[in-house]
Nanobody, 117 residues
Framework: QVHLAESGGGLVQPGGSLRLSCTASGFTFKSYAMKWYRQPLGKERELVATIGSRGSTYYTDSAKGRFTISRDNAKNTLYLQMNSLKPEDTAVYYC???????????WGQGTQVTVSS
């Protein structure tokens, strides 16, 4: 059974940093493209960053230059290092796994990130 578990969220002041983790089980992690999404309260879920099975990365404009997505295939874990956080980064952050664009996508339960002074 596929399971994705996010952790590392919390309350941080503007300009601060957080590192999110997503621990995966139940599938061949190294073969899957992994993504981070976020969903601010009352808004639609949006893509933050992507890392391919071979390590290629993509960032949306909101994340570029501040966030870093990475993966440790030996630990079946996905990471999102978030620096220079802004209040507009406040959202529930979700881990997403999908082997290919035609395969079943999987989601974690989400972790809350709140950026506030």
């Amino acid at each position: 059974q596929v399971h994705l578990a996010e952790s590392g969220g919390g309350l941080v002041q503007p300009g601060g940093s957080l590192r999110l983790s997503c621990t995966a089980s139940g599938f061949t992690f190294k073969s899957y493209a992994m993504k981070w999404y976020r969903q601010p309260l009352g808004k639609e879920r949006e893509l933050v960053a992507t890392i391919g099975s071979r390590g290629s990365t993509y960032y949306t404009d909101s994340a570029k230059g501040r966030f870093t997505i990475s993966r440790d295939n030996a630990k079946n874990t996905l990471y999102l290092q978030m620096n220079s956080l802004k209040p507009e980064d406040t959202a529930v952050y979700y881990c997403h796994a999908q082997e290919s664009m035609y395969s079943t996508p999987y989601w974690g339960q989400g972790t809350q990130v709140t950026v506030s002074s």
